[in-house]
């Protein structure tokens, strides 16, 4: 069984800065994909990065620039900087982990952490 476990959702004001962490613990392939989504308020769930175990990444027109997805395989944990925040940015940001490779097959999502971004 594998966890995810997000923090660092909050309130913040246009342009600043926050941090997303998602610590992933069970039995997890090597080869896989984590990624950050979020679901805005009235809109469907939208993809905001991912990052292969190789380390590409692949990011949202409208946050490349501004967020910066990253990995660290040594302590199974995926983070999400997030600056120069704006309004439209504030969503229940979630995060993922998927992986196929022969008959091994995964998709696991954490919980949600709410960002508020308001002045």
């Known amino acids: 069984q594998v966890q995810l476990v997000v923090s660092g959702g909050g309130l913040v004001q246009p342009g600043d800065s926050l941090r997303l962490s998602c610590a992933a613990s069970g039995s997890i392939f090597s080869i896989n994909t984590m990624g950050w989504y979020r679901h805005p308020p009235g809109k469907e769930r939208e993809l905001v990065a991912t990052?292969?175990?190789?380390?590409?990444?692949n990011y949202a027109d409208s946050v490349k620039g501004r967020f910066t997805i990253s990995r660290d395989d040594a302590k199974n944990t995926l983070y999400l900087q997030m600056n120069s925040l704006k309004p439209e940015d504030a969503a229940v940001y979630y995060c993922?982990?998927?992986?196929?490779?022969?008959?091994?097959?995964?998709?696991?999502w954490g919980q949600g952490t709410q960002v508020t971004v308001s002045s």
């Open positions: 990052i292969t175990s190789a380390g590409d990444t």
């Open positions: 993922n982990i998927y992986y196929k490779y022969g008959f091994l097959y995964g998709n696991y």
